[in-house]
T-cell receptor
């Protein structure tokens, strides 16, 4: 069974640009959550989608948004990038409880 | 909202000794407590979890204990090996969809 797949693995963007990250969950998993990991703030919850609906949201500005498609794949978008958005972005999929993480997308904003 | 405190931030033990990492949480409604291991450059991997209706769970050399009254839970690793070196994160949630993580513990196993 394939694990959680995130693309791309690495991204370099310029301040002010926008970026879209993709996450394909484990087959059959309908819940997809997104997390931001930084050395200073640790792992912080961004949002969670279930059956194409945002079910939970963390404390991030509106520049961070996401969506989920009918096949459970999810995307997150960050607009007007800031230097502080540089981080590892992880998605996790869940079926009945346990959350399994993808390898992450490392975003560097310059 | 939920807040999770994790201690210690770094832990160094001799190979073969035991390691204990502790976490406290603030929201008494939290009912799911997983532990993740993250090696350098890799994804967090779920190593063990416990739900609020259970006080202790064990999987080979790894065990987790939960004290709901005191709102704390702990990870115990026995007979540590070099491959146990990693950063360990605890988390708490109501269900697994919105995990609130501790700040992590960097565990180093000295040969």
């Amino acid at each position: 069974k394939a694990g959680v797949t995130q693309t791309p693995r690495y991204l370099i963007k310029t301040r002010g640009q926008q970026v879209t990250l993709s996450c394909s969950p484990i087959s059959g998993h309908r819940s997809v959550s997104w997390y931001q990991q930084t050395p200073g703030q640790g792992l912080q919850f961004l949002f969670e989608y279930f059956s194409e609906t945002q079910r939970n949201k963390g404390n991030f500005p509106g520049r961070f948004s996401g969506r989920q498609f009918s096949n459970s794949r999810s995307e997150m978008n960050v607009s007007t990038l800031e230097l502080g958005d540089s981080a590892l972005y992880l998605c996790a999929s869940s079926l009945t409880g346990e959350a399994f993480f993808g390898q992450g997308t490392r975003l560097t904003v310059v | 909202g939920e807040n999770v405190e994790q201690h210690p931030s770094t832990l160094s033990v001799q190979e073969g000794d035991s390691a204990v990492i502790k976490c406290t949480y603030s929201d008494s409604a939290s009912n799911y407590f997983p532990w993740y291991k993250q090696e350098l450059g890799k994804r967090p991997q779920l190593i063990i979890d416990i739900r609020s209706n259970v006080g202790e769970k064990k999987d080979q050399r790894i065990a987790v204990t939960l004290n709901k009254t005191a709102k704390h839970f702990s990870l115990h690793i026995t007979e540590t090996q070099p491959e146990d070196s990693a950063v360990y994160f605890c988390a708490a949630s109501k269900g697994a969809q919105k995990l609130v993580f501790g700040q992590g513990t960097r565990l180093t196993i000295n040969p």
